[in-house]
């Protein structure tokens, strides 16, 4: 079977970034368009299973969308979920306990109020699909759920995403980027009290200790060779202080960041000038309405007044220098951690 090149039934924009740059937000604000589909951290629960050489059927490409998300379950069974994790929230048939489907975790809650209904849903529609390319069936993923909604643009939005920059291009040639970015030390800040990056660091620091390529290859049977403080977080539960209370360095955070923000602009510099855009976290709090308007220009839907007016009142601008709060010692390790991705954004000093 020759691979065709998937075309876009609609206009697809990926939003990608570091997280905690005001992504969920962001989420939620074009979610209030009438014309977008806006799509909360799909390709981050399906991670690693996204896109694949093979053509795949639609029981298959479902078992994709449907399969458990160890680590995110392992987070809820623990104790130490993330807010970003919305069905356990309000919850329906599935439980951590016996694994929640991966897109029940994060992107069905924020479309609709009936999550398992919309899952059904799904799951009777994908079922019968053709054997075709993944691409090609993430693409009529999209458009069902936009005929489903009535919308008619795609953004998909997931956190920690700047690595996904060329598996998405390559799967979706003709799609856009929107790089979201925060300032360095707020970003950085946030992410030390945020249990997903929390958890991120420790697998980070776990991975170099077995000298294994990243924290995507930490397996359950690396569990003996790791130190009795760390083992049990590759575990199926584990002791919810084991990441919430314990003490980390915040200019390690930092340097993450400055880490993350250098491969992504990195990656983003190989798209097609045309194909990316710069949107910081500072100038949407500081001009929403013209900041939205250049977005929706670029993702190829309409700045409706009305809608903009409600897009305020999302937008939380005391977000704006944590860092100011920090001693003095504290910020200056942070900020020297972040001077090299501040570098690389162009705003150094």
């Known amino acids: ?33 009438p014309d977008v589909l806006s799509l909360n951290e799909l390709f981050a629960v399906v991670h690693g299973r996204a896109f694949g050489p093979d053509p795949v059927d639609g029981a298959q490409f479902w078992r994709v969308l449907a399969d458990p998300q160890p680590v995110f379950n392992a987070m809820i069974r623990s104790g130490a979920a993330m807010p970003e994790l919305l ?24 479309l609709s109020e009936d999550p398992d209904g919309l899952f059904d849903e799904l799951a009777a529609e994908v079922a019968g699909w053709p054997r075709r390319y993944l691409p090609e069936q993430w693409t009529a993923l999209f458009d069902w759920l936009c005929r489903r909604f009535g919308r008619q643009v795609v953004v998909e939005r997931s956190g920690f995403s700047l690595g996904a920059v ?5 799967a979706f040639p003709h799609a856009r980027f929107v790089h979201l970015y925060r300032r360095g030390p707020d970003c950085a800040l946030s992410m030390s009290r945020h249990p997903g990056y929390r958890l991120i660091m420790l697998m980070t620091q776990m991975a170099a200790q077995l000298g294994v390529a990243g924290m995507g290859d930490l397996r359950p049977e690396h569990q003996e060779l790791l130190p009795p403080d760390l083992a049990p977080l590759l575990g199926e539960v584990y002791d919810p202080a084991l990441v919430l209370e314990r003490v980390m360095d915040l200019a390690d955070f930092g340097a993450l960041w400055s880490r993350m923000i250098i491969e992504g602009q990195q990656l983003l510099a190989q798209l097609p000038g045309a194909a990316r855009m710069e949107f910081s976290y500072e ?17 190829g839907f309409s700045a409706d007044p009305r809608w903009l007016d409600k897009c305020r009142a999302a937008l939380d601008p005391g977000r704006l220098g944590a860092t100011d709060r920090l001693d003095a010692a504290q910020r200056q390790a942070l ?14 000093g």
Do not use: N, W
Request: glycine share 10%; net charge positive; proline share 11%.
């Open 335 to 348: 900020e020297r951690a972040c001077a090299p991705g501040m570098q690389a954004l162009g705003l150094a």
């Open 1 to 33: 079977m020759s691979r065709p090149e998937p075309g876009l039934a609609r206009p697809v924009t990926f939003v990608v970034g570091t997280g905690r740059s005001g992504s969920t937000a962001l989420t939620q604000i074009l979610h209030a368009h």
């Open 166 to 170: 060329p598996a998405l291009r390559a």
């Open 87 to 110: 069905y356990h929230r309000k919850p329906g048939r599935f439980s951590a306990q016996s694994g929640i489907p991966a897109i029940c975790l994060m992107p069905l809650p924020a």
């Open 283 to 299: 100038s949407l709090l500081a001009d929403p309405a013209g900041e939205l308007a250049r977005l929706a220009h670029f993702a």
